[in-house]
């Protein structure tokens, strides 16, 4: 009786311990499908769509590309919303060749549509002393103009903004 009940202990723990591990098994099997599937999701965005340098984007979208500085780390663009995000490593300013002068923070918001850019955050001009950027947009598609809604219309001409300009490190926005 004694030989059938260590038996059957031996069973019942091999059997338990087969369970125990056919279930670390699937755990594992599951872990390394998850990662795969994230790998292959980070690879096909890092591979994905190549990504158009800044002032592309805004040339497509009929705005000159010099107006966001040279330097900038990176940009995010979501289509989908038409929000741009642009990030710089520190605050700066850029001054124009008309003399126009402005301040950027480490990060600048902003909704991008044809010609316009609306609801920015992040953006100063100096008009006797520093405004807010709220809105840079090309009145029409040929016009040689570009307008800056700063608390007062203040329009500039286009060909200043035509090529990206280094920056100057400033101490605050």
Known sequence: ?????TKLGSF??????????ASIGED???????VEEK???????LKG??????????????????????NIITYEFDESKSKLVVHLSSPCEVTFKDSSIIRYATRVKATLARGKLGNIEGMKTKVLVWVKVTNVAV??????????????????AKDAYEVPRDSIRVEEF
Not at 1 to 5: N, Q, S
Not at 49 to 70: C, H, M, Q, S, T
């Open 139 to 156: 009145e029409i598609y040929k016009s040689d103009k570009i307008v800056f809604m700063a608390g007062v219309k203040k329009f500039r």
């Open 1 to 5: 009786m004694e030989k059938a009940l």
């Open 12 to 21: 019942s723990i091999s059997k338990k311990a087969k369970d125990e591990i």
């Open 49 to 70: 769509k190549p990504v158009k340098a800044l002032p592309d984007l805004l040339r497509e979208y009929n705005l000159p590309p010099g107006i966001f500085p040279k």
């Open 39 to 45: 790998a292959k999701w980070v690879f096909e965005k």
């Open 28 to 34: 594992l099997s599951l872990f390394s499908s998850t």
